[in-house]
């Protein structure tokens, strides 16, 4: 039942290209920022969950 729904969808072969080329452009964004990311907010960032400081930790 349904493969019949999705075979009756007209362009249902474009639907996963498209999600792809999303998904791509949406992980090459995320790791050109982590690799142009400074080195100090990363470490920042990586401390954090066990920063048991009473005061919260602003980066600038």
């Known amino acids: 039942m349904f493969s019949q729904y999705v075979q009756s969808i007209e362009y249902v072969t474009v639907y996963p290209v498209v999600s ?27 401390t954090l969950p066990l920063d048991t400081a009473d005061e919260p930790r602003h980066i600038s």
């Not at 998904?23 to 090459?28: E, G, N, Q």
């Not at 995320?30 to 990311?37: C, D, E, G, K, Y």
């Open 20 to 46: 792809l080329i999303f998904f791509m452009i949406a992980f090459s964004c995320i790791v050109a920022w982590a690799l142009r990311a400074d080195d100090e907010y990363i470490r920042s960032m990586e």
